[in-house]
């Protein structure tokens, strides 16, 4: 393919071409949350700062850059609207997964330009025929699409079952989104800027080009696991890039949170009490732990990234082990960074309650990040501890 692409970013610099776009991003931080969705300014941004494309196919017109880099740009863009870090967290899984696809379905996507931003329901909600020829006829309904008001495709997961209605596969489906419904619904107590609409489909054809298997996916058995010439990222365990695609946005979320608490708390009277804010113990605790816990959240994060690039750097299969212990950090770094400032806005005082607080926005945020099917703390510690005692984990994507 012969795609137009911005220009080439090194590893080094994604984190400072995040952190330029910051200021203006916090100008809109609080639109995107009365918009319900992300400002079509932002997403502009992203895709003339090239951060849109950072672990996207080169052939496709990406970067092709690392989970680590990764990490940096969606962690630091969460800083300014967590919103927005959201949407190009997932729009980057979906980039990753296109590089699975075959050339055809990468084409029909990205034409001549690279741009493009894919929204998703991966897991398998839908159910779709896969007929003779190898085409599919798709039905469906598919909640939680972040971000698909700006992306003219979605990748739908489905069921796969031949005419007889025998099940096949579990895969996902490559759909224009002007095929499709959206539904607008996304009325939420958390992460209201991401847009997240439902979608659905009937009776919807699609050619066989644009399938991937799940199964496959998650178990290395696309092209790019056996080519020994694919690019490292595409040899990235799946379960784990898709976890942390979703997870990474959660300690800069943090980060601004507790710098805010630092801005704006110091210095207040502990009401009905003689106590000023910076000078009261409960207070000096709640924040030292709270701070640690983002700390400490930040460094499994960058385990996780790290393990992955690692495995694919050299060609391995995670073992099941490691992938049980990453879907267990994937969960636990959004619950560290949620209790962190769910305790700094308690203790923070009743300003706290005001939809315009920052912290009040980012504890909601955080709550719901943990809520996401993924990111279940008690369902990832769960299979990490099934996975420790050598019992089946009762599910396929780790």
Known sequence: MNMHSPARMAEADVKRIAEGLLPELRTRALLAEEMRKVPAENIELLKKSGLLQTIQAAVCGGQELSMRAHVDVISTIAQGCNATAWVLGVYQAHSWMLGHFNEQAQRDVYGDTGEQAVAAVIGPRGR??????????????????????????????????DDQGNKLDEGDLLVPKRELEVLDDWFVAGLQGTGSCSVKCTNLAI???????????????????????????????????LGLCIASGATGVARAALEEFLKVVPGKKVMYTAHISH???PLQRVLGEAASKIHAAELVLYRIADDIDEYAKRGEKMPMSVRGRIRMDIALVPKLCRDAIFDLLTIGGASGLS??????????????????GFLLYDSGAEIYGKILLGLDPGTPVI
């Open 128 to 161: 779709a025929t896969r007929k003779a020829d190898g085409s599919y006829v798709m039905s469906g309904f598919w909640p939680f699409a972040s971000g698909n008001a700006a992306a003219d495709w979605l990748l739908l997961g489905s069921e796969i079952f």
């Open 355 to 372: 939809l315009r607080s920052p912290i009040q926005r980012a504890a909601r945020n955080l709550q719901a990040t943990c809520m996401h």
């Open 207 to 241: 050619p066989s080009h644009r399938f991937l298997s799940l199964t496959a996916l998650l178990e290395n058995q696309t092209t790019p696991y056996t080519d020994p010439n694919a690019p490292n990222v595409f040899k990235s365990q799946a379960g784990p890039v």
């Open 279 to 281: 000078e009261w113990q």
